[in-house]
T-cell receptor, first 113, second 113 residues
């Protein structure tokens, strides 16, 4: 398994501002992903963070709103831009280990006022 | 369209009362089916991966099984510490976005002492 950390663990932000979430893993991994979990809902994939190239976004998510960086094989960031209350969610990063299994970080709880 | 449906949405058990959680799925070319446990305020914790019909895996009081259309998570003699939300997810085939997990809505289990 992989040990994954996220910063910050939680934040309260004003609408119109941006927040960058960091994800650090303790070993080199090829595949990293960012998910959103809205209140009372399950997880939805935002994008796959590709090392050395642009992220691959799922339908309904765009780069201008959720820019992603992946500078190396152990680190990625997700920015939530121009936030609105509808962006209040838990944001989770995950990494794919052996045989397709994904391990998740502890999540970042975001509240937008 | 790939889809995962979990039932029941919520389940209350007395300590020691065994039961099963259901995960029905429709996906073209299942790559893997995953079970996670999620405690409030935390990221999902990996439990099991199942790859083919007939496969079974066990861990303490939990046993996961897989058929061509559904998976069951059997909980034997549960304890209060088993209280959590249990998430089921399927992985899209290699021909599409490799690694994407499609999650069900989860079953929230409460075990009373």
């Amino acid at each position: 398994s992989a040990v994954i950390s996220q910063k910050p663990s939680r934040d309260i932000c004003q609408r119109g501002t941006s927040l960058t979430i960091q994800c650090q893993v303790d070993s080199q991994v090829t595949m990293m992903f960012w998910y959103r979990q809205q209140p009372g809902q399950s997880l939805t994939l935002i994008a796959t963070a590709n090392q050395g190239s642009e992220a691959t976004y799922e339908s309904g998510f765009v780069i201008d709103k959720f820019p992603i960086s992946r500078p190396n094989l152990t680190f990625s960031t997700l920015t939530v831009s121009n936030m609105s209350p509808e962006d209040s969610s838990i944001y989770l990063c995950s990494v794919e280990a052996t045989a397709g299994t994904q391990y998740f970080g502890p999540g970042t709880r975001l509240l937008v006022l | 369209e790939d889809q995962v449906t979990q039932s029941p949405e919520a389940l209350r058990l007395q300590e020691g009362e065994s039961s099963s959680l259901n995960c029905s799925y429709t996906v073209s070319g299942l790559r893997g089916l995953f079970w996670y446990r999620q405690d409030p305020g935390k990221g999902p914790e990996f439990l099991f991966t199942l790859y083919s019909a007939g496969e079974e895996k066990e861990k303490e009081r939990l046993k996961a099984t897989l058929t061509k259309k559904e998976s069951f998570l059997h909980i034997t003699a549960p304890k209060p510490e088993d209280s959590a939300t249990y998430l089921c997810a399927v992985q899209a085939p290699l021909s599409s976005n490799t690694g994407k997990l499609i999650f069900g809505q989860g079953t929230t289990l409460q075990v009373k002492p």
